[in-house]
Nanobody, 119 residues
Framework: QVHLVESGGGLVQAGGSLRLSCGASERAFSSYAMCWFRQAPGKEREFVAGITWTGGSTHYADSVKGRFTISRDNAKNAVYLQMDSLKPEDTALYTC????????????WGKGTLVTVSS
């Protein structure tokens, strides 16, 4: 069983910050990497950030570099997304996902948490 549960979304004004959390089951903790994706209304789902559980290597979409920071807490089986300098275009449903074997394809997805950035 793999369970991913996101929290921390909400309404924030442009320039503000939010911190998203994703709690993972032990099965997800053994995964190669955890990632955040987002999908805005009428748009395709896009990759936001990823981190490996063991090495801590990170990767970000160009659109969020310098503004978002992904981190992990192995002891808590949790991954976080600190979002600063938020823009209206960041408005989306943010979803946590797990890549269990390092294939680059996500094997499990959470239900998401909604982030709305007002102008």
């Amino acid at each position: 069983q793999v369970h991913l549960v996101e929290s921390g979304g909400g309404l924030v004004q442009a320039g503000g910050s939010l911190r998203l959390s994703c709690g993972a089951s032990e099965r997800a903790f053994s995964s190669y990497a955890m990632c955040w994706f987002r999908q805005a209304p009428g748009k395709e789902r896009e990759f936001v950030a990823g981190i490996t559980w063991t090495g801590g290597s990170t990767h970000y979409a160009d659109s969020v570099k310098g503004r978002f920071t992904i981190s992990r807490d192995n002891a808590k089986n949790a991954v976080y997304l600190q979002m600063d300098s938020l823009k209206p275009e960041d408005t989306a449903l943010y979803t946590c996902a797990a890549d269990l074997n390092g294939s680059g394809a996500m094997d499990y997805w959470g239900k998401g948490t909604l982030v709305t950035v007002s102008s």
